[in-house]
T-cell receptor
Framework: KNQVEQSPQSLIILEGKNCTLQCNYTVSPFSNLRWYKQDTGRGPVSLTIMTFSENTKSNGRYTATLDADTKQSSLHITASQLSDSASYICVVTDSRDSNYQLIWGAGTKLIIKP | NAGVTQTPKFQVLKTGQSMTLQCAQDMNHNSMYWYRQDPGMGLRLIYYSASEGTTDKGEVPNGYNVSRLNKREFSLRLESAAPSQTSVYFC????????????FGPGTRLTVL
């Protein structure tokens, strides 16, 4: 079964520090991998999208990397801010499915403490 | 632009009651989706509509029905609510299917007693 696994489940860091969130997937082949940010009580918002041929994609202080050989992706947050407190979800698009089904990870809950 | 709006924000039902969750988007998107989100799990697709006039089942369609009323609106109906349907429901839309980015509404938190 296609899966997307994220680690850690939760993470607490101090404001200003950097952190890296991990995503391992078994979806193959896939057309793209996205990272979404979900604030508490809100819907997910897309942060980055990478195709299988891309290695890295940045969006401000967020940098996503992709290693299609090892089927791993990471999201690096630089100089964290209180507003970064949220869940971060890795999503892989299964290109075998003619409807391009999205396979969602369970997310990493990130808490930034002042 | 409001983006994707959902009503209601919160709802409590008794087992066996019915209700309809409403969703509307003002981005002129062709595709719309209904997901449920449960603790510790990824979002799961209930139904989607690739374009006006079409609907298809997702991963977990049992117990639900949908209506694509027009290009803007996509409703989700629970005919006979069960405690297993307690969840947060999200509506989303995208310009097309496939690899297009999906834009989400704020969600409806549903509790079935």
């Amino acid at each position: 079964k296609n899966q997307v696994e994220q680690s850690p489940q939760s993470l607490i860091i101090l404001e200003g520090k950097n952190c890296t969130l991990q995503c391992n997937y078994t979806v193959s082949p896939f057309s793209n991998l996205r990272w979404y940010k979900q604030d508490t009580g809100r819907g997910p918002v897309s942060l980055t999208i990478m195709t299988f041929s891309e290695n890295t994609k940045s969006n401000g202080r967020y940098t996503a990397t992709l290693d299609a050989d090892t089927k791993q992706s990471s999201l690096h947050i630089t100089a964290s801010q209180l507003s970064d407190s949220a869940s971060y979800i890795c999503v892989v698009t299964d290109s075998r499915d003619s409807n391009y089904q999205l396979i969602w990870g369970a997310g990493t809950k990130l808490i930034i403490k002042p | 632009n409001a983006g994707v709006t959902q009503t209601p924000k919160f709802q409590v039902l008794k087992t066996g009651q019915s209700m309809t969750l409403q969703c509307a988007q003002d981005m002129n998107h062709n595709s719309m989706y209904w997901y449920r989100q449960d603790p510790g799990m990824g979002l799961r697709l209930i139904y989607y509509s690739a374009s006006e006039g079409t609907t298809d089942k997702g991963e977990v369609p049992n117990g639900y029905n949908v209506s694509r009323l027009n290009k803007r609106e996509f409703s989700l109906r629970l005919e006979s609510a069960a405690p297993s349907q307690t969840s947060v429901y999200f509506c989303a839309s995208s310009p097309g299917q496939g690899t297009d980015t999906q834009y989400f509404g704020p969600g409806t938190r549903l509790t079935v007693l």
